[in-house]
Each structure stands twice: as structure tokens, then as C-alpha cells.
């Protein structure tokens, strides 16, 4: 609809100032696209000449069809222009009295007025909160932003209506696409919902700031995002104090640890002292005890000897003598290696070494051991297993225990098997020994101290248990483990993990 107004004086501007004279852009299909008056000076027709609309001193001009005027809307309230214009009026141009149109124009000013006020309460109240507010567009141009954003970011409003959110925020000219900046934006569009995240922006000055976003979709009738509502926080100081409490609570970890620390020194040097004490009285017991069997024994060799001549059924108890003498001393030997071992602070002396052949080095020294309690020794070894890197000498005192111990477990029953296999596990680049006994087992109360310094299920007079101890402590140097599977009355498995490489090495 095209629309003609008669009348140019100052309704006519006002009409012109506060309308949209190309209503097609508005979706309304209307536009004003004339104004007819006597006086081409008056102010409506000098402001519809700036705005290249038709204007004409005789309103009857309106008439001609190459106008295309559908309406004529009167401006003054000269009666005679509208009677004669309702006369003489083409029959497809319609006419709108000047007191009719007054009403709807007063009526569309109290609107405004009201629209203008509400308008002014929005701003008030976005203007007051002190959150960040923007208004983005889906092609990232910010075209609204409120107060308190311009204030804390030190921008002025025309340094930012008009930018893309990346120029404003990162200082880019390209968008976000960085490894550490996701677009929130593309995330609102990938998740069809609102996103909120912590992400780094530079103010007006490049200062860089932590701030905490919330993004909510505008949604158009068809589906598409019209507009992006940001709101944001600046949560600088409060990461800034979040930092020093960290740094804070760092400082006072690492003050608690070296606290820790001398305590936990004090406590293993007290332990030393107590456990100096159980070992001195457990070692003088150990050893009194055979030493005292040998010298009964070497008096008693004496005194035969003393009465006269020795008789052929006399030298036969010397020689059982002399083989407990031996037993006695060998048992006061190892209980003095073991002392020594378990005491050495030295570093290890690492060479290559193959853990079969070192495994039959440790049955042929342990041969006369394992014939007397008459035990069967089964090997299930791999013939391609690699060397590894480890001390001979104390991987071997860790087996030499552990063959003695299973040797000692099945001399009850005078006989017994004692299976030893090992692997090489090419994934985890380790080398598994086990060593299977079918001695009398271990009960569940006493697994889970088997390790410990001093801990013996043996009787009296038969060890002070430092064997395992000391084993366990030579394979922890390996970075290898050591476990153990038994049951009462079904034998014992020893299970030994050992690196190929050490990590010293």
C-alpha cells in the first residue's frame, strides 16, 4: 500500500521522523511515498524532499495512476481540503479524515510512550547489574553490549557495536579455532542448548582476564539462532585468590612433609635402636646355643680320649660327633652371613647374569641339603630365557633362603618335591622364577608378616628370621616383587618378579 499525506507543516515531520517511510523492511507491506502542499518550504515537504519522496504543491496530482497512491491520510484540519478531496478522490484511493487519524496517532504515541518507558527500565536494570551482557549476532557481530561491560573492559560503546566478538576479545581477526579456545558460540550451535564455561579474555588494554560465560540461543518460528545472549562475569581475583590459597596450601604440604619427614627419621632410628636390641639378644641365643652343643661335644671327645685307648665303636660316635659339630657350625655361619647380609649398606654390583644358570649354581650348593631330606627337585625352566642386569652374589643368597626354607618345610615328612620354573614375559620385559614346595605350608595369620625382620615359624633354635627379610629387601633393589601363595598342609609357592634392565643402569 502506498500512502500520500496532504498537509506539510510540523505533524507531517513529526509523522515522517517517527515512522519508517519504507514499511516493506518492516514486513508491514505499507510505505509513505508522497506529500502534497501549497508551500514547498514547510517542513514536511523539505524533509520528504531529503528523502526522495514525491512531493507536489496540488494534492490533485495525487490522482494520476502513475503514482499508485492507495491512500491519502489528511494533515490539517482544513475541512473544505477534505470534502473537496472526498469529491474529487479517484474510486481506488481511499481517504482518512485528519480527526480520525489524530486518534490513532495519539493512540500509537501513548504506545511508544510506553514502550519508550519500559525500554528505559530494561536499560536501567542491564545497566545496573554487574554482570557482562552482549547482544551477538550468528555471524559473531556484537551488536549491543550494557554499561557495566564497557566499564569493567575499558572499551567505549563504538569500539565495540559493529566488532566481531574475536576482534573485541582476543585481538583476532579470524575466529576462534584455537587448540585452548573453543568457540562458545559453535558449542550453542553443535549442542542445540545453552553452554557455560570458564574461558581467558583481553580487556581494552590486553590484560588478560578470567571470565566465567553463559551463552543462551534466541530461536527464530523456522529454527535458526537470531541472536547470541552472552552473559558473563569477571572472575580474575577470585582465580588470583584461588592461586594463593593453592600456593598457600602447597607451601604448607611441603612444610607438613619435611615435618613428617624428621618424625618418620626419629621413628625409624628408634625402631633401629629396638630392633639393635631384639637382634643382639635373638644373635647371642642363635649362636650360644650350637656353641654350646660344640663345646659339650669337644669336652666329651676329650674325656674319652683322657680314659685310654679309643675302641673302634668310640671312633664311630666321634665321627657322628664331628658331623654334628659341622651341622653346628655351618647353622652358626648362617646366621652370622645373614647378619651381614641384612646389615650392608654397599651399593650392589651389577654385572648380566642368566637366573637359570644362577639357579643351578644354587641346587648343586645345596645338593647335600636337598639328598638327606630326600627331595625330588623338578625344573620346568625356559631354555630361552634372557639375561637381565642384577648382582650374582645376592640374587643367589635370595634363592639360597628360599631352597633352605622349602628344603626345612618338607623335612617332617622326609621326602618332598620342589618344582622351579621360570618365564620371561616379553610385554612387561621381566623375568618370573617360581619355586613350589610341597612342604607343610603356611597358615593365613602368618603370610602377611613372612616379611618381616625377625618373624620365624621355625622352632626354636632353628633361625632368627632374617632369611626372607633379607630376600625381600634385595629383590625391592631389583625393582622386582616378591610374593607368596600357601596353604596349611599344601605347600608353598614363592613367586619372584625381576626386571630385565635396572633403572640405576
Known amino acids: 500500500m502506498n500512502i500520500a499525506l496532504v498537509g506539510g507543516g510540523i505533524f507531517c515531520k513529526e509523522i515522517l521522523e517517527k515512522t519508517t517511510f519504507d514499511y516493506k523492511q518492516e514486513g508491514v507491506n505499507a ?239 628408634q625402631d633401629k635402636m629396638a630392633s639393635l636390641g631384639k637382634l643382639s639378644a635373638s644373635v647371642v641365643h642363635e649362636i650360644n646355643n650350637p656353641n654350646a652343643g660344640i663345646l659339650n661335644l669337644i669336652m666329651l671327645i676329650k674325656r674319652i680320649i683322657d680314659e685310654g685307648p679309643v675302641s673302634p665303636k668310640e671312633m664311630e660316635q666321634f665321627k657322628r660327633y664331628l658331623t654334628l659339630m659341622e651341622t653346628e657350625t655351618r647353622r652358626i655361619s648362617r646366621i652370622v652371613s645373614n647378619l651381614l647380609a641384612f646389615s650392608r649398606q654397599s651399593k650392589m654390583r651389577l654385572t648380566q647374569l642368566n637366573i637359570n644358570r644362577l639357579i643351578e649354581k644354587t641346587l648343586v650348593l645345596n645338593s647335600n641339603l636337598l639328598k638327606i631330606n630326600n627331595i625330588k627337585v623338578e625344573k620346568r625352566m625356559d631354555p630361552d630365557l634372557p639375561d637381565l642386569t642384577g648382582s650374582e652374589d645376592q640374587l643367589q643368597q635370595v634363592f639360597m633362603n628360599i631352597v633352605s626354607n622349602a628344603a626345612e618345610a618338607m623335612e617332617a615328612a622326609g621326602k618332598g618335591e620342589l618344582i622351579i620354573t621360570t618365564r620371561h614375559s616379553s610385554k612387561n620385559g621381566k623375568v618370573t622364577v617360581f619355586f613350589k614346595d610341597t612342604g607343610v605350608g603356611i597358615s593365613d595369620e602368618n603370610l602377611s608378616r613372612l616379611f618381616e625382620p625377625f618373624f620365624t615359624t621355625k622352632k626354636k633354635g632353628k633361625g632368627v628370621g632374617l632369611g626372607l627379610s633379607l630376600a625381600y629387601g634385595i629383590i625391592q633393589e631389583h625393582h622386582g616383587s616378591i610374593n607368596v601363595q600357601s596353604e596349611k598342609g599344601n605347600g608353598t609357592t614363592f613367586i619372584i618378579e625381576i626386571p630385565l634392565k635396572h633403572e640405576s643402569v
Request: aromatic share 8%; charged share 30%.
Open 31 to 269: 510505505a509513505i511515498v508522497a506529500v502534497a502542499d501549497p508551500d514547498p518550504k514547510s517542513p514536511g515537504m523539505v524533509l520528504a524532499g531529503k528523502r526522495n519522496l514525491l512531493t507536489v504543491t496540488d494534492y490533485h496530482e495525487l490522482y494520476d495512476s502513475k503514482y499508485n497512491v492507495h491512500l491519502i491520510i489528511i494533515l490539517t484540519q482544513e475541512q473544505h481540503l477534505f470534502e473537496d478531496i472526498l469529491k474529487t478522490r479517484p474510486p481506488h484511493i481511499r481517504l482518512m479524515a485528519y480527526d480520525v487519524f489524530k486518534i490513532f496517532w495519539k493512540a500509537i504515541g501513548i504506545e511508544e510512550q510506553k514502550l519508550r518507558e519500559r525500554t528505559e527500565e530494561m536499560e536501567t536494570i542491564l545497566n545496573g547489574i554487574q554482570e557482562f551482557i552482549l547482544v551477538i549476532t550468528p555471524e559473531k557481530e556484537i551488536v549491543d553490549v550494557n554499561e557495566t561491560f564497557l566499564e569493567k573492559m575499558c572499551y567505549a560503546r563504538n569500539e565495540v557495536i559493529g566488532k566481531k566478538c574475536h576482534e573485541v576479545y582476543q585481538k583476532s581477526n579470524t575466529p576462534c579455532s584455537f587448540d585452548d579456545i573453543v568457540c562458545p558460540l559453535k558449542k550453542v550451535i553443535d549442542n542445540k542448548r545453552p553452554v557455560t564455561k570458564v574461558m581467558n579474555r583481553l580487556n581494552h588494554n590486553g590484560e588478560r582476564r578470567y571470565m566465567e560465560i553463559s551463552i543462551f540461543p534466541i530461536w527464530e518460528s523456522n529454527g535458526q539462532i537470531s541472536k547470541f545472549i552472552e552473559i558473563s562475569r569477571d572472575i580474575t581475583e577470585r582465580k588470583i585468590e584461588e592461586e594463593k590459597i593453592t600456593r598457600r596450601l602447597e607451601q604448607m604440604v611441603k612444610e607438613r612433609t619435611r615435618q613428617l619427614k624428621e618424625t618418620h627419621s626419629k621413628l625409624i632410628h
